[in-house]
């Protein structure tokens, strides 16, 4: 059985530019959430998808926005970079809505 | 902000029991307390969780007190790879899954 995948690793971005972040849920699993990771913090609520609907929120301006594909594999893309979106952003992904959440193992972007 | 405190920082011998506290005293009725670890520059890792009873797995156990206004999550036999952060979530399984970390207790485990 397969983990929980994100692509890249690593990215190095400028400022304006966009960035579009992957994850591969774990088999069988149809819901994603992503994080965001700052330095010497606890992870930070972006949003959940489930079943390719959004599904919940938290406090992140519009330029961050998702997408779940029907294989339940999603993408994070950010619009117009900030030096502070440098972070881990991670993914994680849960059975059903509820149940446990196994993380990906992110991926390290700076905006320089 | 996050529903639960957790003292910044724990030292542990190795071989021995790793005890790491967690409050939640406004935790509701149908709440649940999670355990996650994270080692350095890794993904969150799932520990365990429980609602009112004490769970053990293969990984640790977790007590919950009767007025689940705090936790302790156990390590029985702390080893070196068990260094890393350690975060105590409190969520409710509803069809909003919004999963508040703190800054955790990073637990160091010397040899």
């Known amino acids: 059985e397969t983990g929980v995948t994100q692509s890249p690793t690593h990215l190095i971005k400028t400022r304006g530019q966009q960035v579009t972040l992957r994850c591969s849920s774990q088999s069988g699993h149809n819901t994603v959430s992503w994080y965001q990771q700052a330095l010497g913090q606890g992870p930070q609520f972006i949003f959940q998808y489930y079943r390719e609907e959004k599904n919940g929120r938290g406090n992140f301006p519009p330029r961050f926005s998702g997408l779940q594909f029907p294989n339940y594999s999603s993408e994070l893309n950010v619009n117009a970079l900030e030096l502070d979106d440098s972070a881990l952003y991670l993914c994680?992904?849960?059975?059903?809505?509820?149940?446990?959440?196994?993380f990906g193992p992110g991926t390290r972007l700076t905006v320089l | 902000d996050a529903k639960t405190t957790q003292p910044p920082s724990m030292d542990c011998a190795e071989g021995r029991a790793a005890n790491l506290p967690c409050n939640h005293s406004t935790i509701s009725g149908n709440e649940y307390v999670y355990w996650y670890r994270q080692i350095h520059s890794q993904g969150p890792q799932y520990i365990i969780h429980?609602?009112?009873n004490n769970e053990t797995n293969e990984m640790a156990s977790l007590i919950i007190t009767e007025d689940r206004k705090s936790s302790t999550l156990i390590l029985p036999h702390a080893t070196l790879r068990d260094t890393a952060v350690y975060y105590c979530?409190?969520?409710?399984?509803?069809?909003?899954?919004?999963?508040?970390f703190g800054p955790g207790t990073s637990l160091s485990v010397i040899p």
């Open positions: 429980g609602l009112k």
């Open positions: 994680a992904s849960s059975l059903e809505i509820g149940y446990e959440q196994f």
């Open positions: 979530i409190v969520r409710v399984k509803t069809s909003y899954d919004k999963v508040i």
